[in-house]
């Protein structure tokens, strides 16, 4: 099966950079993907990692290590907008399903 | 270009009841899947449709079952409502079955008294 963890919370001012960890046992994937969700809202796709290392779009960044079994989300020049729940997720091989891990809710201050 | 859409957007049922939730796939896509958010938690898989079939199941009971249409639409119904049913109930478009990047709509939040 698949399991993937998040820390529950992360605090950060705004402008700052942050770092989301999600680290994942699972017997193989096709890529590890990134999701912001707004209390009330929709999952939204930010990023996606097919390969190991590092994949930038703006303020966002997302890294993968197979090998570390490990990934994270950067965010940098933190937004007010930016407080959100992040969800890491896969998808299993033979699966076409995402499998969502635990969740990190982003609290970001003035 | 409309995304995902999903109607209700909230409903309020007893238990026992049975409901019918429905998704409209963003254009271009053919493959629906349906989420299960309880509060706090990630969302998890219930099933996906493509080519009108039921292609794959998550861990959920019989009580839970769905269709797609021609258009690609899709409706999720669940019977003999639980209190533990209650939760945000996502829908899912992408355009292959590949599934790595799945567009969400915004949601219908189930509430079983």
């Known amino acids: 099966g698949q399991s993937l963890e998040q820390p529950s919370e992360v605090t950060a001012v705004e402008g700052a950079i942050v770092q989301i960890n999600c680290t994942y046992q699972?017997?193989?994937?096709?890529?590890l993907s990134w999701y912001q969700q707004h209390d009330g809202g929709a999952p939204t796709f930010l990023s996606y990692?097919?390969?190991?290392g590092l994949e930038e779009t703006g303020r966002f960044s997302s890294f993968l290590s197979r090998s570390d079994s490990y990934g994270y989300l950067l965010l940098q020049e933190l937004q007010m907008k930016d407080s959100a729940s992040y969800f890491c997720?896969?998808?299993?091989?033979?699966?076409?399903?995402?499998?969502f891990g635990t969740g990190t809710r982003l609290l970001v201050s003035p | 270009d409309a995304g995902v859409t999903q109607s209700p957007t909230h409903l309020i049922k007893t238990r026992g009841q049975q409901v019918t939730l429905r998704c409209s796939p963003k254009s271009g896509h053919d493959t629906v899947s349906w989420y299960q958010q309880a509060l706090g938690q990630g969302p998890q898989f219930i099933f996906q449709y493509y080519e009108e079939e039921e292609r794959q199941r998550g861990n959920f009971p019989d009580r839970f079952s769905g269709h797609q249409f021609p258009n690609y639409s899709s409706e999720l119904n669940v019977n003999a409502l639980l209190l533990g049913d209650s939760a945000l109930y996502l829908c899912a478009s992408s355009a292959t079955a590949r599934g790595e990047t799945q567009y969400f709509g915004p949601g219908t939040r189930l509430l079983v008294l």
């Open positions: 997720a896969v998808r299993p091989p033979s699966f076409q399903k995402l499998v």
């Open positions: 990692n097919a390969l190991d």
């Open positions: 699972t017997s193989g994937f096709y890529g």
